[in-house]
């Protein structure tokens, strides 16, 4: 490679621009590098999401026919009605747990965390401490009788 040799006769306006110049070919050529990377990244992360949507669907299908097979292996023994509602109340007590188990992770999530203070039983409760910290009840009271 060849270097280049920088003139001489140059003013400082001419190689401060120059300077800014380059600075700003540089600058897009990071640019472009970073958004060929993000959008290399972006690819695999749609690919991954592709794959996690064909899996679900799939486990969905497992799903419903597990429910017939359970549905054609009770009906000989509790008959049809029963055996379609013992899967259908199944089905919706485990529904419904998992959807309160979903419910009590978005509130914890959610919600702001408390500072835990320690009280003075020793136990780290999450609830703040409800005294006061300007003295007993009594000085006050005596304090407020003798501003009245």
């Known amino acids: 490679m060849e270097q280049e040799q920088p003139p001489t006769n140059e ?14 070919g540089f ?11 993000l959008v290399s990244r972006l690819d695999d992360v749609r690919n991954a999401i ?33 055996a379609t509602g ?6 919706l007590g485990v529904a419904g747990l998992l959807a309160f188990l979903a419910w009590r992770l978005l509130l914890k999530t959610s919600l702001p965390r408390r500072k835990r203070t320690p009280s003075r039983a ?12 300007r003295g007993s009840s009594r000085a006050r009271w005596r304090g407020m009788r003798s501003r009245n």
């Open 86 to 91: 013992m899967v259908v109340v199944a089905g």
């Open 11 to 24: 003013s400082i306006p001419a190689l401060v621009s120059r300077l800014i110049d380059d600075g700003e």
């Open 50 to 82: 592709i794959f996690v949507v064909i899996a679900l669907s799939l486990v969905q299908a497992v799903m419903v026919a597990a429910l017939v097979g359970l549905l054609i292996v009770l009906r000989p023994l509790i008959g049809p009605g029963g």
């Open 122 to 133: 020793g136990n780290n409760s999450p609830t703040p401490s409800l005294r006061c910290n």
């Open 27 to 37: 600058v897009r050529a990071e640019l472009k590098l970073y958004r060929a990377r």
